[in-house]
């Protein structure tokens, strides 16, 4: 259940390389594809209604002080987050907002 919610937020992939998309648009080759920052540049048609931007997969979205929740896709403030040690013994926050994890658990 956690898992697919989670998912969802996974970035998509660029069809050219393997950078994480920000355009759904059409390419100058024709068909339309997942493009990255740079291969929009490269492939994409700029124009209005034949790209659109994608929602930003909430996980790399960083904020000072606030921190997004990968089940709910809210940003709010740190308080709001266990936090964890990570390998390297740094304290990080967690995916899940407490809220949520206590929904899921
Ligand atoms: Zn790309
Ligand atoms: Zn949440």
């Not at 490269?42 to 997004?68: C, D, T, W």
Request: aromatic share 12%; charged share 25%.
């Amino acid at each position: 259940m956690a898992m697919v919610t989670m998912m969802a937020h996974i970035a998509q992939k660029c069809n050219f390389c393997e950078h994480d998309a920000v355009y759904d648009g059409k390419t100058t080759f024709g068909p339309w594809a997942y493009m990255c920052e740079n291969c929009f540049t490269l492939f994409g048609i700029k124009k209005r209604g034949l790209f659109k931007e994608l929602p930003k997969p909430a996980a790399v979205i960083q904020h000072e002080g606030m921190h997004s929740c990968i089940a709910c896709g809210c940003i709010l403030p740190v308080e709001d987050f266990d936090t964890y040690v990570d390998k390297q013994g740094k304290e990080r926050y967690m995916y899940l907002c407490r809220k949520c994890a206590k929904r899921i658990e």
